[in-house]
Each structure stands twice: as structure tokens, then as C-alpha cells.
């Protein structure tokens, strides 16, 4: 065949597609990430202007909402009219806050993608979609499944298109309707350029052709391009291709083409007369543009500015505990906000930390009876340990309706007429007294309390390595983490009797994004084991010994506990407590009366969110109704996750002691005075701009487009192969967060706020470009904190400018309880009394 002379480059083309894809993870890695993530190397504003373009997606809550959030003083006045002065100049104020407030726009978005492949419908009159993707999503399903059909495609570790020409050469029925596209499978090369020259013709138009396709079904897309790219995401591996799905599709085309034309259809490049625009050209910015912008800011600085003014004047006075009763470190995770805020209340001789729920530990986990293992640490990072779990004596929970033998025809329909009865009875029961089944997500399941973990490494038989693993840490290993974990958080002298390591997780019944609401740094498990670990290793006299040269000193009579919180149902279970000393065994009783008095309280606290609890009643009454919701079937919100995150602390406790912030905040424990060269701060935000910030930014572009950058609503969602959720069964995968997930939340980026030097933050964001680049290109604010008198600076275009708080006072509550029982709406920032 004569090679014809083309601009089509097949590889640079596929790089692009791939770059521009979703690339959210299957459901058991479901771990929050930027959905814009191909966009960030450009400005926050050009690259929000660039992908509505592109894609259509809407980027900014509507001109109407932002005027509604104006008139309820959402949107302050002061805050809106600095941000004017500072984009257009104080001379244009009132020419552009009439344009704000006044002026009428069209607002509709006319989208670059699709313009191409909209000609099969207008100029031949045939929906290309609905007759290809029905056939093609149910066979990509099946290809990917994770454990819902009983038969596996043949030769699937060949590769998808091998798998699809050997069910085509040995089957009694084929994919195809016609011979043409079977023909090129089973005898041709089957190459990219080859297929389309027959579909479009137009070498020019191939590329546009290709995104077209592709963005009409995003999210199976991205999900092959994520798999191809990252195989071991699926627990059983599948050998698929961004390539082999252009591929297949193409045939699937001309099939459809040739079943409706015979072969007598001219491609579609030669019918299409209108000129196709370039879909990754440059996009001008327009007034519309300008003025959203203006509205996000002002939103934005509307909030920041209540949390900096009190930051600014609360006292901020370190208590000095002569005899510290417990200390515990948490996951910086926003709901933990509430809990160490009641813990400090109720104990005031408590010391809470906040860190990544990794701890600093990062390893893949086995649970005894797997036959895989996952990763307990951030989904960046490769570990090369491994800890498994032995000893374990719990059961796992079995249910006769979950069984295989349901798929098959005779016992299927004996199982049917027989428990299918019982099941029916049992699921009208369960609305009105929700409990717990087999089907439900338990976080205390992840591992069992009383089995042991293979921690350390000892070079011996008994600790073989394992698929390039090493099994447990060596001593040294250890405590170069340990040492890591308490520098960071500023522990290093000063210890409790009781440290507790406290990582969490959830606990759901009808919930397919559980793995969400689990914890991101442990890429989307819960943080049980790594508690455990970490303790463990810190509980080691070798490794106490190691870090008393590193200037750590702990005494003998200091012991760690691990735990786990549950977020859903606000429970608490420690681990390993039988290791702790009689002394130590009493203190843990008092300690443990606390968290169990401080998680009731938390519960009323989450509970103001609910509509179908009264959250006047006793905490203890409420906390009960917390339980049941968490098991009911009929539950789509059994939490709200990180809903209303917006501001992440980094620097001493007494920073943001005095301020209640309604759960909106991420809080990791730092201390500039062991830091002073920013070495810690560095693995702190390398960490925390992307696990922090990707929650903010997957929650932000769900909330202000939920049907395209987010789920829809999870009621008509079903699962896919178990690795996805469509809506029925020939939609397409759904990336980004379900409308139950981010209803409440607003929409406004993350702000950092780090208590040290700006010289030392600003050498230190520079030293990685992936962690520069969210803050220099404003994907999250970053504000320093002058440590020694409390000046404010502000990160703007490469440097540090002063701050100064707009406002001069915040209101004070003394009473947070009667505070909860007003109103669900977000709270503005208080003093506490």
C-alpha cells in the first residue's frame, strides 16, 4: 500500500489524548486527585478558560449564584472591591463593579470537541454513538472485569485486540455485522492511520477525529489509559491499550458504517465543509471571563480573610502542661479537625499533632487470607516493603445471596425461589432497623486487632522477600521514618506517658466511592495498620536508641498505641493495648472515657448537616443515629467526606487553637524551631500541595459541574466490573465525586497557610517544580506566617507581599453546642471563649 503524505504523527497524537484524559483510579484506589490535572502547568484562570473551550466543561459556579451568594453576604463588599483594585486598577472600580454586580452575559459554552463527529448525525444522518457504544462499553467491561462474570476472555494476557481476533477466528457469532471490518481484524495490520483514512480521509482532520471519539466517552477512556499506564491498579491484571481501544472502536465504526451504506459512503472528511478549529489552539480571554474571575476571588478572600483576622487576634498563647496526660497524632484529614478540638477541651492536659495518616510508614499490606496485597501510603509513591498479617483469628462474614453458585442457571433460580424470598424480606425490613451484612464496608475490617504484623526485618528465612518486597523494616529503616515523623510534627521532646498513633477510615453499606471516604495518604485504606506499625516501631529500643543520637529522647516509661477512628460512625478501637504497663493501663482507662465522650460530641457536631436527625437531641442520642445511618441501605450520604474543605495549616497548634473553623481545615502539626533550614517543611508540602490540593480541586470541579467533571447523582449509578460506576448499563464511566458528595461544599481553592520565615518557604517550594508548580500557578493559595510577631505575607507571581486582613474583628462563641443547633449552612470563622 502507498504510504500517503500525512501530518498525522500517531504516537505524539496519543501522548496528547492520553495527557488530556481523565486519569481518576478503579474504585478500590479511588484516591482524590485535580481533575484538570493536563492543565496545570498553565495559570489556574487560563487554564480554567482553556478546558471549558476544549471540553465544555463549566468552571465557575453561574453569574446568578455568585450575585445570590453576594446578596446573603457570602461575598463581602470590602473583599470585592480590593479584588477589583487589584486586577483592573482603583480608576476602573466602578466601570467594572457594574459589570460584576449589573451587567447581563451570555454565559453558554460552545465546546471544540465533538464539532468533528457531529457531521454523522447532521449530514448523514446516523448516530454513530448509540450504535457503536452499547456493544463496545459491555465488551470493555467484561475485558476489565474484576470478579463479576464467571468466564474470563481467552488469551487475555496477549492483550485486548488478541483476545478480541481469538474470540472472532473460533465463535459461531461475531462483534461485526458485516465482513469488512472482521476481515481487517483477522487479516490486516489494523493500523490507526489505515482505519481512519477510510473513516475521515482527511489526514488533516485525524487528530481532531481521534479526541472526538474519545471524549464521547471520557471515562472508559481514561480508565484504559490508566490501566495501560499502571497495571497493577487492577488486583487481576489486563493487558489493554489506549491504541488497541482507538483500534477496535474504528472497526466497530466502519462496521456500523457498512451495515446502514453497504460500502458506498463517502468518509467524512469529504463530506464535512465547515473548517474544524485546532481543539488545543490558545483561548483569548473575554470580559465574561474577567468577571468570573473576579467573583472567585472575592469568594474566596471572603473566607480566607475571616480565618487570617483570627489567626491574627486570637492570643495564640502556648499553655504550658507541666504533666501531660496523653498525647495523640492524627491524620491532618479535615474531619479530625472536630475530634482533637473536643479532646483538647475535655482533657486539658491532652497534646493532639496533626500528619499524613501514613505516618511516615510506606509499605504494601496482606492481610492473611488475601492473595494480593495494596498500598498503604500515597498513591505517588512506590514502596518496597511489605507487611503482611498473621495470627488473624477473625471470620469473615458470609452471606448465601453473595455465593458464585447465583450466577449459574439451575442453582441460580433454586437460590432465587428459596433465599431470594428471605432476601426481599430482609431488605423492606431494613429500612426501618438498618443493620449490618456481608455487603457492608467496614473500616475495622481492614485488619484484625488481634493478629500480629510482620514489622521487622531480620534477614532470616522466616522474612523471605516477595515479589521484589522486602518483607518489614530493618531497625535502621525504622527509625529514619520515625525520626521523619516526629521532626515534621515538632515531637521531640516532652513525651506523654501515652502517645496514641490514631490513622481512620469509614464504614458504609451502599456506597461505591468508599474507598474516598477512606484515607487519601493511604491511598484509599484505612490507616489502621500504618497506626499500628508506626507504633510499633517507635515502642522498639533499638530504634529508641537510634533516635535518642538523633536528639529524640524518650523515656522508658513512654509507650505508643496505635488506632483507628472511624469517620462514619464515630468509633474508635486501639490496638496492641495488652503491650502497654499496668501504670500505663490506667492512664489508657481516663484517656479512653475521653475519646469515647469526645466522638459523641463530634457526632452531634457532623450531624447539623443531616436532614433526617435532630440535632437538639443529647449527643449520646445522636451519636446512636449516627450508627444506624452508617448501615442503612437506603443511606446515600453516610458522610460527607471532605465536603467544605478549603484551608490547610501547617505550623504549632496554638496557631488556629482558638479558632473554630466548622471542620473546614487540614491541620499538619509543625514546628519551625526544629526546622529552621525548611527541611522537614519540604517533605511536609511536596506531600500536602498534591494530596491536599487534589482533594480541594476534585471536590471544586465536581461541585461546579457535576455532570461532566463529577458523578451525577449516585442513585441510578451502577457498578462496572467492579472497578467503575456507569449510569445503567451501557453509559460511560462516571469519574469525579457524586452530587451527595459535594452538595454542600463551595466551591473556592485550598489556601495554605505555613507558620515560618517567607525566605526559608519560598527556598523551599522551589526545590521541587511538581510542588512549585500548584502554588506559583495558583491551583492553592499559600499564606506564610511570621512565627515571632504574626505578619501575614501572601504568595504572589514568584514572591512574598505583605498581608493585612481585611477584617479588623470576628465574632466570639462560648458555646458551641447551641451554635450547632442554629442552621446547616458553612459558619463563619469564631473566636472560641
Known amino acids: 500500500m502507498k504510504a500517503h503524505d500525512s501530518s498525522f504523527d500517531e504516537h505524539e497524537v496519543l501522548h496528547e489524548l492520553k495527557h488530556y484524559l481523565p486519569a481518576q483510579a478503579p474504585l478500590k484506589d479511588f484516591v482524590h486527585h485535580n481533575t484538570l490535572h493536563a492543565f496545570q502547568q498553565l495559570k489556574f484562570y487560563k487554564a480554567l478558560r482553556k478546558a471549558s473551550k476544549m471540553f465544555g466543561y463549566n468552571v465557575f459556579l453561574g453569574l446568578d449564584e455568585f450575585r445570590a451568594l453576594y446578596q446573603s453576604n457570602r461575598i463581602s463588599l470590602p473583599i470585592l472591591e480590593k479584588v477589583i483594585i487589584e486586577r483592573m486598577g482603583e480608576e476602573f472600580l466602578l466601570d467594572w463593579k457594574e459589570k460584576v454586580l449589573q451587567k447581563t452575559y451570555e454565559t453558554a459554552v460552545t465546546p471544540r470537541i465533538g464539532t468533528l463527529r457531529a457531521n454523522w448525525k447532521l449530514v448523514h444522518h446516523i448516530d454513530m454513538d448509540l450504535l457503536v457504544h452499547p456493544i463496545l462499553f459491555r465488551i470493555l467491561c467484561s475485558f476489565l472485569d474484576q470478579g463479576i462474570s464467571i468466564w474470563s476472555f481467552p488469551n487475555i494476557h496477549k492483550g485486548f485486540l488478541a ?119 490558545e483561548v483569548p480571554e473575554s470580559e465574561l471571563n474577567q468577571v468570573l474571575s473576579i467573583w472567585q476571588d472575592a469568594f474566596e478572600w471572603t473566607y480566607y480573610d475571616q480565618v487570617l483576622a483570627g489567626i491574627q487576634l486570637q492570643k495564640g498563647e502556648k499553655r504550658i502542661i507541666e504533666e501531660k496526660s496523653f498525647q495523640a497524632i492524627f491524620c491532618i484529614d479535615d474531619r479530625e479537625c472536630s475530634i482533637r478540638r473536643y479532646l483538647e477541651k475535655l482533657d486539658t492536659n491532652c497534646e493532639t499533632f496533626g500528619t499524613p495518616g501514613f505516618f511516615g510508614v510506606e509499605f504494601y499490606y496482606q492481610p492473611e487470607h488475601a492473595n494480593s496485597y495494596t498500598k498503604q501510603c500515597p498513591a505517588p509513591v512506590t514502596p518496597k516493603f511489605l507487611i503482611k498479617e498473621v495470627g488473624s483469628k477473625s471470620k469473615q462474614v458470609k452471606d448465601a445471596h453473595f455465593t458464585k453458585h447465583t450466577h449459574s442457571l439451575f442453582s441460580g433460580w433454586f437460590i432465587s425461589q428459596t433465599l431470594g424470598f428471605w432476601s426481599a424480606m430482609r431488605l423492606f425490613l431494613n429500612i426501618f432497623r438498618p443493620t449490618t451484612s456481608a455487603a457492608a464496608v467496614s473500616s475495622f475490617k481492614h485488619m484484625d486487632k488481634e493478629s ?46 501515652v502517645v496514641y498513633i490514631v490513622g481512620h477510615g469509614a464504614s458504609s453499606v451502599n456506597n461505591t466511592h468508599y474507598a474516598g471516604y477512606d484515607c487519601g495518604a493511604c491511598c484509599g485504606r484505612p490507616g489502621s495498620v500504618n497506626a499500628r506499625v508506626a507504633s510499633s516501631m517507635l515502642n522498639h529500643k533499638e530504634v529508641r536508641a537510634i533516635l535518642a543520637t538523633k536528639g529524640i529522647d524518650i523515656p522508658d516509661t513512654t ?90 495549616i501547617v505550623g504549632r497548634r496554638e496557631l488556629s487553637k482558638e479558632l473554630f473553623l466548622d471542620r473546614r481545615a487540614f491541620m499538619n502539626s509543625y514546628n519551625y524551631q526544629v526546622d529552621l533550614e525548611g527541611k522537614f517543611l519540604f517533605n511536609i508540602l511536596k506531600a500536602a500541595a498534591p494530596v491536599c490540593g487534589g482533594i480541594n480541586l476534585e471536590y471544586y470541579f465536581s461541585r461546579v459541574d457535576n455532570q461532566k467533571l463529577g458523578a451525577g447523582s449516585k442513585l441510578p449509578h451502577n457498578v462496572m466490573g467492579l472497578f467503575g460506576v456507569a449510569n445503567g448499563i451501557d453509559g460511560d464511566l462516571r469519574p469525579g465525586l457524586p452530587s451527595q458528595m459535594i452538595e454542600v461544599h463551595d466551591p473556592i481553592r485550598m489556601l495554605f497557610i505555613v507558620e515560618h520565615f517567607p525566605e526559608v518557604v519560598l527556598n523551599t517550594i522551589k526545590i521541587l517544580p511538581e510542588t512549585y508548580e500548584w502554588f506559583n500557578n495558583e491551583w492553592v493559595h499559600l499564606i506564610v506566617v511570621n512565627p515571632e510577631n504574626r505578619e501575614m505575607f501572601r504568595f504572589q507571581n514568584g514572591h512574598f507581599v505583605p498581608y493585612q486582613a481585611v477584617n479588623e474583628k470576628i465574632n466570639s462563641v462560648s458555646d458551641i453546642e447551641s451554635l450547632l443547633e442554629s442552621h446547616q449552612e458553612n459558619f463563619p470563622v469564631y473566636l472560641i471563649k
Open 163 to 281: 483476545s478480541i481476533r481469538e474470540m472472532e477466528r473460533n465463535s459461531f457469532t461475531s462483534f461485526f455485522k458485516t465482513e469488512r471490518a472482521k476481515n481487517i481484524l483477522l487479516n490486516g495490520n489494523c493500523k490507526i492511520e489505515d482505519l481512519l483514512k477510510i473513516i475521515v480521509g482527511d489526514s488533516s482532520l485525524y487528530k481532531q477525529y481521534l479526541f472526538d471519539q474519545q471524549f464521547a466517552h471520557q471515562g472508559w477512556s481514561g480508565m484504559v489509559s490508566v490501566v495501560e499506564d499502571i497495571p497493577e491498579t487492577l488486583l487481576d491484571h489486563k493487558k489493554i491499550s489506549t491504541h488497541d481501544l482507538i483500534v477496535f472502536e474504528l472497526l466497530l465504526e466502519i462496521d456500523a458504517l457498512d451495515f446502514k451504506f453497504g460500502q458506498n459512503w463517502a468518509p467524512l472528511g469529504s463530506t464535512t465543509k465547515e473548517k474544524i478549529n485546532d481543539i488545543l489552539a
Open 452 to 497: 500480629s504484623l510482620t514489622i521487622e526485618h531480620k534477614h532470616d528465612h522466616a522474612h523471605p522477600r516477595k515479589d521484589e518486597l522486602q518483607v518489614g523494616f530493618t531497625v535502621a529503616e525504622m527509625a529514619q521514618r520515625m525520626e521523619g515523623l516526629l521532626k515534621s510534627i515538632g515531637l521531640v521532646n516532652d513525651f506523654a506517658p
Open 559 to 648: 509507650q505508643f498505641v496505635g488506632a483507628l477512628h472511624d469517620t462514619t460512625r464515630d468509633e474508635i478501637s486501639f490496638f496492641d493495648e495488652k503491650e502497654l504497663s499496668e501504670k500505663n493501663k490506667e492512664g489508657h482507662s481516663k484517656n479512653e472515657k475521653f475519646f469515647i465522650e469526645a466522638l459523641d460530641f463530634n457526632a452531634k457536631e457532623r450531624s447539623r448537616r443531616f436532614e433526617s436527625i435532630n440535632t437538639k437531641l443529647t449527643a449520646g442520642e445522636i451519636h446512636d443515629k449516627i450508627r444506624t445511618r452508617s448501615v442503612s441501605l437506603f443511606e446515600p450520604r453516610p458522610e460527607l467526606n471532605h465536603a467544605t474543605n478549603a484551608v490547610c
